[in-house]
């Protein structure tokens, strides 16, 4: 018992304190929050470097978290004169509220965040217009540095997005496409050969130029359609021939592919398929099948 009404009058003592000198109490309990939250983020990032796993987003959420526990706290500090500032400036509430409606969006869309998860720090995402990697989220807002959507690389960039976009805007996570993606182009060509009789010639050689990856591929493909409980991906190009509304044939590719590696690829694979059909353009001429393309056609 002794020691309980110890602890009780040293803790009614201290309370009394904090009450009589909020300020000093408010400057330490700052002070002491943030060089604990910055130990912690400290030795998170040591520990990441020495394991090698990327900590971005237990850092940022340890971060956030300490943030709304230190602004609790001074709530709870400071609640009697929060509550009379909030009792005296009640009739301009609604003036208030439409001044600041966008930062109560921001904070709403990150309240959306947290409870959906529909990306995390380090994953590729796009926002709207905006492609990038996520690498850091507060409430008001989210940091992505900006990938070119075509080409899948870097931009240099920081492209900062008010959270309440994550309300009103469509996002696509995207991070799968890091490392392969579905890249899909198309050849228009005259009418001249049969293009079917070039197919099997030109997926030999299509598929010889995916072959270096193609271990990879399939792990990686395993691994997508797990996540996303759906099978869609062909490892192998796949190849369409198509008419357009100018009766020209339109040869479509689907690769699957690096995501580093989709622009040569598509050079390659151009270049077998305008080589094949101008032979075979060729061997129709000689033929007299097909009279000679003129300049105008060409």
């Known amino acids: 018992m002794a020691v309980i009404d110890f602890i009780d009058k040293n803790w009614a003592i201290f309370l009394a304190y904090t009450q009589s000198y909020k300020l000093l109490t408010s400057l330490a309990l700052v002070v002491l929050f943030l060089a604990a939250k910055?130990?912690?983020i400290r030795l998170l990032r040591r520990q990441?470097?020495?394991?090698?796993?990327d900590r971005r987003h237990s850092i940022n959420l340890i971060d956030q978290l300490g943030n709304?526990?230190?602004?609790v706290l001074l709530l709870m500090l400071w609640s009697t004169e929060v509550q009379n500032l909030a009792l005296s400036i009640a009739a301009f509430m609604v003036a208030i509220v439409f001044a600041t409606r966008e930062m109560i969006q921001c904070f709403m869309g990150f309240i959306y965040y947290m409870t959906t998860r529909p990306f995390r720090v380090g994953d590729w995402v796009q926002l709207g217009e905006q492609v990038g990697e996520v690498v850091e989220m507060d409430w008001a807002k989210t940091t992505l540095l900006e990938v070119d959507a075509e080409h899948y690389g870097y931009t240099g960039k920081h492209v900062y997005v008010?959270?309440?976009q994550l309300m009103i805007q469509v996002v696509k996570n995207l991070n799968f496409l890091r490392r392969y993606r579905l890249h899909e182009f198309s050849i228009i060509l005259e009418p001249l050969v049969n293009p079917y009789q070039l197919l099997d010639e030109f997926?030999?050689?299509s598929i010889a130029h995916c072959g270096h990856f193609r271990d990879v591929a399939e792990r990686y493909k395993s691994w997508i359609e797990r996540n996303l409980d759906a099978e869609f991906i062909s490892i192998d190009p796949v190849i369409d021939i198509e008419t357009n509304n100018f009766a020209k044939f339109v040869i479509k590719i689907g690769l699957f592919c690096p995501s580093d590696e989709s622009l040569s690829l598509e050079e390659k694979i151009r270049s077998d398929w305008l080589d094949l059909w101008f032979s075979a353009v060729r061997r129709e001429q000689k033929k007299g099948a097909l009279p000679p393309i003129s300049a105008e056609r060409a």
Not at 48 to 53: L, Q, S, V
Not at 68 to 71: G, R
């Open 38 to 40: 910055r130990i912690v």
């Open 48 to 53: 990441g470097k020495k394991k090698g796993d």
């Open 68 to 71: 709304a526990i230190l602004l």
């Open 162 to 164: 008010p959270n309440n």
């Open 203 to 205: 997926r030999a050689k």
